[in-house]
């Protein structure tokens, strides 16, 4: 059962993220409109509260989880290189120079 929840990717890209971002506070507006209007018509701000509350439950259901929409771009990373600089002693190395622009 642990390898279960261990399969499960834990991860977002970053056009993922801004995805994630954009429908957060559409969800979020477009429910504080829609309760707003409705909580001035019904003359109850309860209604627009709740109303609100839900859709924030919805965003968090739709943008919390890493569903696979949001994974569409993985990033490469580099391959892993040998650890030849560690042999080097610090008074080793050249010190960098920075010219002046």
Request: hydrophobic share 40%; net charge positive; aromatic share 12%.
């Amino acid at each position: 059962m642990l390898d279960t929840f261990r399969s499960i990717p834990t991860q977002m890209d970053y056009k993922g993220q801004k995805l994630a971002e954009q429908i957060f506070q559409g969800i979020i507006l477009v429910s504080a409109v829609i309760g707003f209007i409705y909580g001035y018509i019904t003359e109850q701000f309860g209604w627009t509260v709740y109303i609100v509350m839900a859709g924030f439950a919805l965003s968090c259901l739709l943008t919390l989880p890493p569903w696979p929409m949001y994974r569409r771009n993985p990033l490469k990373w580099l391959p892993v290189q040998e650890l030849g600089t560690e042999d080097k002693k610090p008074a080793d190395r050249k010190p960098k120079r920075h010219t002046k622009s």
